[in-house]
T-cell receptor, first 116, second 110 residues
Framework: GAGVSQSPSNKVTEKGKDVELRCDPISGHTALYWYRQSLGQGLEFLIYFQGNSAPDKSGLPSDRFSAERTGGSVSTLTIQRTQQEDSAVYLC??????????????FGPGTRLLVL | KNEVEQSPQNLTAQEGEFITINCSYSVGISALHWLQQHPGGGIVSLFMLSSGKKKHGRLIATINIQEKHSSLHITASHPRDSAVYICAVKGETSGSRLTFGEGTQLTVNP
């Protein structure tokens, strides 16, 4: 079956512009995660959605970052007024979720964001 | 000090060698993940552990909860095993978020 897909695969934007990154999780996966990997850095948790529960936003670095998940499926990560330090690979992952007793995460290919 | 420490940072081996990558963490955890990041950037989840040992093919992962330590072993290593291996923990009190180690860059030469 289809894996996690993300779009766009690459995004170049100018400082100060807003960007939207999209994630399509594996069908039936109730848990969805966003991570960031800056150049030469480790992975960093951003936000987690589990079903209809309130999302865990504890990893969002500033209020310029927001995410939503519509209909329990597709998720959009929005970065407002982008800064150069936002340049990174943004990764999405999904899993069946802890309620299903299966938390193995399946990662998408990522979106490479470059802020000029 | 990072909550999750991996060693070594870089590892070069000859094909066929037995490889061990270590992960130590400083918080109570409910689960530990081992991930593999390919040179092209794609990430694959290898194992999720909360106790004991798991094996998949040539890969073995162990965890010692009391010592807050996990190891990833690769038997009969092959050049296609070359990748970054990442340890991540789910803390007991951190909800669903994962905290990641810096990764171990493994290069297996033919």
């Amino acid at each position: 079956g289809a894996g996690v897909s993300q779009s766009p695969s690459n995004k170049v934007t100018e400082k100060g512009k807003d960007v939207e990154l999209r994630c399509d999780p594996i069908s039936g996966h109730t848990a969805l995660y966003w991570y960031r990997q800056s150049l030469g850095q480790g992975l960093e948790f951003l936000i987690y959605f589990q079903g209809n529960s309130a999302p865990d936003k504890s990893g969002l670095p500033s209020d310029r970052f927001s995410a939503e998940r519509t209909g329990g499926s597709v998720s959009t990560l929005t970065i407002q007024r982008t800064q150069q330090e936002d340049s990174a690979v943004y990764l999405c992952a999904s899993s069946l979720g802890f309620l299903a007793g299966e938390e193995t995460q399946y990662f998408g290919p990522g979106t490479r964001l470059l802020v000029l | 000090k990072n909550e999750v420490e991996q060693s070594p940072q870089n590892l070069t081996a000859q094909e066929g060698e037995f490889i061990t990558i270590n992960c130590s963490y400083s918080v109570g955890i409910s689960a530990l993940h081992w991930l593999q990041q390919h040179p092209g950037g794609g990430i694959v989840s290898l194992f999720m552990l909360s106790s004991g040992k798991k094996k998949h093919g040539r890969l073995i992962a162990t965890i010692n909860i009391q010592e807050k330590h996990s190891s990833l072993h690769i038997t009969a290593s092959h050049p296609r095993d070359s990748a970054v291996y990442i340890c991540a923990v789910k803390g007991e009190t951190s909800g669903s978020r994962l905290t990641f180690g810096e990764g171990t860059q493994l290069t297996v030469n033919p």
